[in-house]
């Protein structure tokens, strides 16, 4: 079974610092990998996601994550953070199946919090 | 708004009632799928249909949880016997496969609170 980990529960960063989120799963083989956020009162909402190809993935909003299969990792990057990225990451996984794809599965999420 | 829609949005609930969720997932999709969230934790998920067949269930679904979705479009959750430990936010997701499988499209889920 696969299982994610989000080593930083809760980050607190200055408007304009660098953000790095980690996430590490766990399986040995064909997995895609996601990066949802819940802004407070809303919905997860998709951030990116890694299907195959390019393992260095860019998503909405000015964000990005980088796959290091070796690593077994998927970190979650922005080089200058604002006040409205103030939110809870979700990194997640599932295992690539034709047809169709497993159910994700989430780490425990990171809360984010930006300050002026 | 044509995204996920869960019903209701807030449930308040003595110990020992029944309650049931209603989902109506993004119209063409196939796949629907349940998740819990707890305070802290990310969504843990409890079960999913390919369009009216249940595919899986996690070992988190008691036998005082069922689900349903009779004509693969709308989906029930039904708690029988509520305890306090049911008290979560119950997520709802959808998505389309047709060979390879989109993204899920969450809702904004229901909270339950169990006094």
């Known amino acids: 079974a696969q299982s994610v980990s989000q080593h930083n529960h809760h980050v607190i960063l200055s408007e304009a610092a660098s953000l790095e989120l980690g996430c590490n799963y766990s399986?040995?083989?064909?997995?895609?990998l996601f990066w949802y956020v819940q802004y407070p009162g809303q919905h997860l909402q998709l951030l990116l996601k890694?299907?195959?190809?390019?393992?260095l993935v860019k998503g909405i909003k000015g964000f990005e994550a980088e796959f290091i299969k070796s690593k077994f990792s998927f970190n979650l990057r922005k080089p200058s953070v604002q006040w409205s990225d103030t939110a809870e990451y979700f990194c997640?996984?599932?295992?690539?199946?034709?047809?169709?794809?497993?159910?994700?599965?989430f780490g425990k999420g990171t809360r984010l919090s930006v300050i002026a | 708004d044509t995204g996920v829609s869960q019903d209701p949005r807030h449930k308040i609930t003595k110990r020992g009632q029944n309650v049931t969720f209603r989902c109506d997932p993004i119209?063409?999709?196939?796949?629907l799928y349940w998740y819990r969230q707890t305070l802290g934790q990310g969504p843990e998920f409890l079960t999913y249909?390919?369009?009216?067949?249940?595919?899986?269930k996690s070992r988190l679904l008691s036998d005082r949880f069922s689900a349903e979705r009779p004509k693969g479009s709308f989906s029930t959750l039904e708690i029988q016997r509520t305890e306090q430990g049911d008290s979560a936010m119950y997520l709802c997701?959808?998505?389309?496969?047709?060979?390879?499988?989109?993204?899920?499209?969450f809702g904004q889920g229901t909270r339950l609170t169990v006094v």
């Open positions: 997701a959808s998505s389309l496969v047709i060979g390879e499988d989109t993204e899920a499209f």
């Open positions: 399986y040995g083989g064909t997995v895609n």
């Open positions: 997640a996984v599932n295992v690539a199946l034709d047809p169709g794809n497993t159910p994700l599965v």
């Open positions: 249909f390919q369009n009216e067949a249940q595919l899986e």
């Open positions: 119209s063409e999709h196939n796949r």
């Open positions: 890694y299907f195959s190809g390019d393992p």
